[in-house]
């Protein structure tokens, strides 16, 4: 009897070493890292990413219906296709431009344009792009540049695309001529 005894406690001590790693693996595994919006920065510094993440949710408010753009990651997207689409001739006028944007921004209240209330951002927005003088001419020009990645990129967001367009992920015949109506309101993601 003590045989058997001593061969079900090995058993049991190996199975033991086995399981230990695997299951301390699989409880470390269940844990989500939040990793800090600015950890991944490719263009931006931390104060011009925080000023290009509330122009995006300007351009694209939060609504009932569909996320504000900084939330499914158009201010990140922006910050990669800069860095790694522009060249180095682009990236220096996206520069001047965006330095004259926030120039603006930041004088506008004689204070920091990231520390003012949401309205307020919104009312000196509103203000740059009604202003048609020629000092103000390279800010509204940045300005249009991040309205049109916004919402280009915020469209083409897998988020968007599946919740709020019509999304075929392999497309079906082609149909030239169709309503709005038949396709319930919305337009197709791709």
Not at 26 to 45: D, I, Q
Not at 114 to 138: G, H, R, W
Not at 167 to 173: K, Q, R
Not at 176 to 188: D, Q, T
């Amino acid at each position: 009897m003590k045989r058997r005894n001593t061969i079900k406690l090995m058993a049991l001590g190996t199975g033991a070493f086995f399981v230990t790693p695997l299951v301390s693996n699989l409880l470390v595994g269940c844990k989500t890292e939040t990793k800090p919006k600015y950890a991944n920065l490719e263009f931006f510094s931390e104060e011009d990413f925080a000023i290009v993440s509330v122009l995006v949710d300007i351009i694209i408010p939060e609504s009932e219906v569909s996320p504000a753009a900084s939330t499914v990651g158009v201010d990140t997207m922006i910050d990669h296709m800069i860095a790694g689409v522009y060249d180095s001739k682009q990236q220096d006028v996206f520069n001047s431009q965006f330095s004259d944007l926030k120039s603006y921004l930041n004088s506008a209240k004689d204070s920091n344009f990231i520390d003012l209330k949401p309205e307020d951002q919104k009312l000196i927005v509103t203000a740059l792009l009604s202003e048609k003088n020629t000092l103000t001419k390279t800010a509204r020009e940045s300005f249009y540049n991040i309205k049109n990645q916004s919402i280009n990129y915020y469209l083409n967001t897998e988020k968007i695309a599946k919740n709020n367009l019509n999304y075929l992920p392999v497309p079906g015949p082609y149909l030239p001529c169709v309503s709005l109506e038949e396709l319930n309101g919305k337009a197709w993601a791709i």
